[in-house]
Nanobody, 124 residues
Framework: QVQLVESGGGLVQAGGSLRLSCVAS????????MGWFRQAPGKEREFVSA????????YYANSVKGRFTISRDNAKNTMSLQMNSLKPEDTAVYYC?????????????????WGQGTQVTVSS
Protein backbone atom coordinates (compact mmCIF):
# COMPACT_ATOMS: atom_id res chain seq x y z
CA GLN A 1 0.00 0.00 0.00
CA VAL A 2 1.04 3.56 -0.73
CA GLN A 3 -0.56 6.62 0.79
CA LEU A 4 -0.21 9.92 -1.07
CA VAL A 5 -0.95 13.41 0.18
CA GLU A 6 -0.75 16.45 -2.10
CA SER A 7 -0.36 20.07 -1.10
CA GLY A 8 0.47 23.40 -2.64
CA GLY A 9 -2.55 24.18 -4.75
CA GLY A 10 -4.23 27.54 -4.76
CA LEU A 11 -5.34 30.57 -6.74
CA VAL A 12 -2.81 32.40 -8.88
CA GLN A 13 -2.92 34.94 -11.70
CA ALA A 14 -1.94 34.01 -15.22
CA GLY A 15 1.82 34.09 -15.59
CA GLY A 16 2.35 33.19 -11.96
CA SER A 17 3.86 30.12 -10.34
CA LEU A 18 2.87 27.39 -7.91
CA ARG A 19 4.71 24.42 -6.49
CA LEU A 20 2.83 21.22 -5.75
CA SER A 21 4.17 18.59 -3.39
CA CYS A 22 3.24 14.97 -2.83
CA VAL A 23 4.37 13.06 0.23
CA ALA A 24 4.29 9.27 0.05
CA SER A 25 4.23 6.66 2.79
CA UNK A 26 3.77 2.94 3.14
CA UNK A 27 6.28 1.58 0.65
CA UNK A 28 9.90 2.15 -0.26
CA UNK A 29 9.59 5.42 -2.12
CA UNK A 30 12.81 4.96 -4.06
CA UNK A 31 11.43 1.86 -5.79
CA UNK A 32 8.31 3.38 -7.32
CA UNK A 33 7.63 5.65 -10.27
CA MET A 34 5.41 8.67 -9.77
CA GLY A 35 3.26 10.94 -11.85
CA TRP A 36 1.01 13.98 -11.90
CA PHE A 37 -2.38 14.06 -13.59
CA ARG A 38 -5.05 16.73 -13.72
CA GLN A 39 -8.77 16.95 -14.28
CA ALA A 40 -10.56 20.11 -15.33
CA PRO A 41 -14.32 20.53 -14.87
CA GLY A 42 -16.24 18.55 -17.47
CA LYS A 43 -13.10 16.92 -18.84
CA GLU A 44 -11.38 13.59 -18.44
CA ARG A 45 -8.30 13.22 -16.27
CA GLU A 46 -5.15 13.81 -18.29
CA PHE A 47 -1.46 13.09 -17.92
CA VAL A 48 0.78 16.00 -16.90
CA SER A 49 4.20 14.61 -16.00
CA ALA A 50 5.97 11.53 -14.70
CA UNK A 51 9.29 10.60 -13.12
CA UNK A 52 11.02 7.29 -12.71
CA UNK A 53 12.19 5.78 -9.43
CA UNK A 54 15.53 7.57 -9.34
CA UNK A 55 14.48 10.89 -10.85
CA UNK A 56 16.80 10.36 -13.78
CA UNK A 57 14.02 10.08 -16.35
CA UNK A 58 11.14 12.51 -16.67
CA TYR A 59 8.36 13.04 -19.17
CA TYR A 60 5.93 15.88 -19.81
CA ALA A 61 2.72 16.45 -21.70
CA ASN A 62 3.24 18.81 -24.62
CA SER A 63 0.88 21.32 -23.03
CA VAL A 64 3.19 21.85 -20.03
CA LYS A 65 6.62 21.17 -21.51
CA GLY A 66 9.00 24.03 -20.80
CA ARG A 67 6.76 25.47 -18.07
CA PHE A 68 6.50 22.65 -15.52
CA THR A 69 9.31 20.75 -13.82
CA ILE A 70 8.87 17.47 -11.97
CA SER A 71 11.34 16.33 -9.34
CA ARG A 72 11.64 13.98 -6.39
CA ASP A 73 13.61 13.70 -3.17
CA ASN A 74 13.82 10.05 -2.21
CA ALA A 75 15.34 10.90 1.15
CA LYS A 76 12.17 12.84 2.02
CA ASN A 77 9.65 10.60 0.23
CA THR A 78 8.50 13.66 -1.68
CA MET A 79 7.70 14.47 -5.29
CA SER A 80 7.19 18.02 -6.52
CA LEU A 81 5.81 19.82 -9.53
CA GLN A 82 7.08 23.34 -10.11
CA MET A 83 4.58 25.15 -12.32
CA ASN A 84 5.67 28.39 -13.97
CA SER A 85 4.02 30.67 -16.52
CA LEU A 86 0.63 29.35 -15.54
CA LYS A 87 -2.29 29.77 -17.90
CA PRO A 88 -6.04 29.74 -17.25
CA GLU A 89 -6.21 26.42 -19.09
CA ASP A 90 -4.01 24.90 -16.38
CA THR A 91 -6.94 25.23 -13.98
CA ALA A 92 -7.79 21.76 -12.68
CA VAL A 93 -7.60 19.41 -9.75
CA TYR A 94 -4.08 17.98 -9.75
CA TYR A 95 -3.52 14.41 -8.60
CA CYS A 96 -0.37 12.69 -7.47
CA UNK A 97 -0.11 9.03 -8.50
CA UNK A 98 2.22 6.11 -7.83
CA UNK A 99 2.90 2.87 -9.63
CA UNK A 100 4.66 0.00 -7.92
CA UNK A 101 7.36 -0.46 -10.51
CA UNK A 102 10.34 1.69 -11.33
CA UNK A 103 9.57 2.87 -14.85
CA UNK A 104 7.46 5.78 -16.07
CA UNK A 105 3.82 5.35 -16.98
CA UNK A 106 1.89 7.76 -19.20
CA UNK A 107 -1.62 6.44 -18.67
CA UNK A 108 -3.71 6.73 -15.53
CA UNK A 109 -4.45 3.03 -15.84
CA UNK A 110 -0.79 2.28 -15.16
CA UNK A 111 -0.98 3.78 -11.67
CA UNK A 112 -2.09 1.89 -8.61
CA UNK A 113 -2.36 4.62 -5.99
CA TRP A 114 -3.76 8.14 -6.00
CA GLY A 115 -3.83 11.15 -3.75
CA GLN A 116 -6.96 13.10 -2.94
CA GLY A 117 -6.11 15.94 -5.32
CA THR A 118 -5.34 19.62 -4.88
CA GLN A 119 -7.12 22.45 -6.68
CA VAL A 120 -5.15 24.81 -8.91
CA THR A 121 -7.00 27.84 -10.23
CA VAL A 122 -5.39 30.29 -12.65
CA SER A 123 -7.23 33.55 -13.19
CA SER A 124 -6.90 35.58 -16.38
Amino acid sequence: QVQLVESGGGLVQAGGSLRLSCVASGRTFSSIAMGWFRQAPGKEREFVSAINYSGGITYYANSVKGRFTISRDNAKNTMSLQMNSLKPEDTAVYYCAARTITTIGLSEYQYNYWGQGTQVTVSS
